[in-house]
T-cell receptor, first 112, second 115 residues
């Protein structure tokens, strides 16, 4: 059974640019959650999508957005990048948003 | 919202010894408590979990205990091995109706097992 796939693994962007990250969940999982991981703030919840609808959202500015497609694949977008957006972005899937996550390996974003 | 505190931040043990990591949570409505292990360059991996109607759960060398009254839960690893070296995160999931797909994580514990 394939795991959660995140692409790309690494990204370097310049301040002010925008970026799109992709996540393919485990087959049959309809819920995808996104987290930002930094040394100073730990794992912070961004948002969760289930059946193409955002059900929950964390305390991040509107520059962070996401969507989910009918095949449950999800993307997150960060516009007007800031240096502080440098982080590991993790997506995680579950069947229905309950119980334990299966995480991807993450996308390491560096903003210069 | 939910707040999860995790201690200690670093833990070093000798191979074969036991390791204990403790977490406290603030939301009494939380009802699901998973533990994750994160190795370098990888995403966190679920290693054990416990639901609020259970006091203890064991899986080979790993066990988790939950005290709902005190709002704390702990991870116990016995007979530690060098491959147990990693960062461990506890998490808490709040009430189902307002926390769909969301967990609050502790800050992590870096466990080092010395051969």
């Amino acid at each position: 059974k394939a795991g959660v796939t995140q692409t790309p693994r690494y990204l370097i962007k310049t301040r002010g640019q925008q970026v799109t990250l992709s996540c393919s969940p485990i087959s049959g999982h309809r819920s995808v959650s996104w987290y930002q991981q930094t040394p100073g703030q730990g794992l912070q919840f961004l948002f969760e999508y289930f059946s193409e609808t955002q059900r929950n959202k964390g305390n991040f500015p509107g520059r962070f957005s996401g969507r989910q497609f009918s095949n449950s694949r999800s993307e997150m977008n960060v516009s007007t990048l800031e240096l502080g957006d440098s982080a590991l972005y993790l997506c995680a899937s579950t069947e229905d948003g309950n119980y334990g996550y299966t995480f991807g390996s993450g996308t390491r974003l560096t903003v210069v | 919202g939910e707040n999860v505190e995790q201690h200690p931040s670093t833990l070093s043990v000798q191979e074969g010894d036991s390791a204990v990591i403790k977490c406290t949570y603030s939301d009494s409505a939380s009802n699901y408590f998973p533990w994750y292990k994160q190795e370098l360059g990888k995403g966190p991996q679920l290693i054990i979990d416990i639901r609020s109607n259970v006091g203890e759960k064991k899986d080979q060398r790993i066990a988790v205990t939950l005290n709902k009254t005190a709002k704390h839960f702990s991870l116990h690893i016995t007979e530690t091995q060098p491959e147990d070296s990693a960062v461990y995160f506890c998490a808490a999931r709040g009430a189902w109706d307002t926390n769909a797909g969301k967990s609050t994580f502790g800050d992590g514990t870096t466990l080092t097992v010395k051969p």
